[in-house]
């Protein structure tokens, strides 16, 4: 485990009719000299952690603890606009050498120290669980831009305090810039918008849930069993 990795991802995002956008994206790709080379799917299982009266999304925040097939890592990202599809966020990741028991008590000392700051005396509750099945490809644009393509089909679980429930599942399309300008990306989401005309993305898929499930923020004192050290 390392003391965690700062940066900004970058990001186009693009809410797909469903999982069949898939193969006409990758062939529109392929028939304007994007490199298209497959990569292993992944399952990924995001549990947002907050406090009862969610202190860290009241700071821009969102703290996720995710297993990706198996291996888990900490991630805590800012929550900001996305413009035309584009999201640009501060994240500090940290990967863990195996997953933990109760994900709420975070091993990991440059993000619980980040989190106490915020928190403090509220404790942690799993609010939010997504699911995602992530089928990859890596891409590398006419300009040789790198980009991780990734289709997503997510379903969400609300948890915490609330009476556990679900919402329907959304499909997305999100590709990562690993290298090469910005302007890669608007490129791909100028070639995509005028063959399909898929809508930007306005929300990550943690704000897709806050909305979905109509998370209203509490302004009463803690009780006194989440407020306790």
């Known amino acids: 485990m390392n003391d965690g990795i700062k940066s900004t991802e970058i990001e186009l995002k ?23 080379e497959d990569l292993d799917a992944v399952r990924n299982v995001d ?4 406090t ?30 996305i413009e035309d599809g584009i999201a640009r966020r501060m994240e500090t990741e940290v990967p863990l050498e195996e ?11 440059r993000i619980r120290k980040l989190v106490d700051r915020i928190i403090f005396p509220r404790k942690l509750l799993e609010q939010i669980q997504v699911r995602t099945e992530r089928r990859r490809y890596r891409v590398i644009s006419p ?5 991780e393509l990734a289709f997503d089909t997510s379903s969400f679980l609300l948890r915490g305090l609330h009476k556990p429930r679900r919402t329907q599942k959304r499909n997305e399309m999100e590709a990562e810039l690993r290298n090469g300008p910005e302007t890669a990306l608007e490129a791909l ?7 399909f005309n898929y809508s930007p993305s306005k929300a990550s898929k943690f704000e897709v849930a806050i909305e979905r499930f109509k ?13 306790a050290r």
Not at 21 to 32: D, G, I, S, T
Not at 47 to 50: A, G, I, K, Q, R
């Open 14 to 36: 693009l809410v797909l009719p469903g999982p069949e956008a898939e193969v006409v994206v990758v062939a529109c790709l392929r028939e304007n000299d994007y490199m298209v």
């Open 47 to 50: 549990t947002y952690l907050d």
């Open 52 to 81: 009862f009266d969610w202190s860290l999304m009241k700071k821009k925040l969102s703290l996720r603890y995710r297993v990706s097939n198996g291996a888990a890592v900490y991630t805590l990202k800012s929550i900001g606009p």
């Open 99 to 109: 997953p933990v028991d109760v994900p709420t008590v975070i091993p990991v000392k």
């Open 143 to 147: 300009a040789g831009a790198e980009i």
């Open 189 to 195: 989401s100028s070639l995509l918008s005028k063959k």
């Open 215 to 227: 998370i209203i923020v509490p302004s009463k004192k803690p009780p006194e069993r989440l407020s």
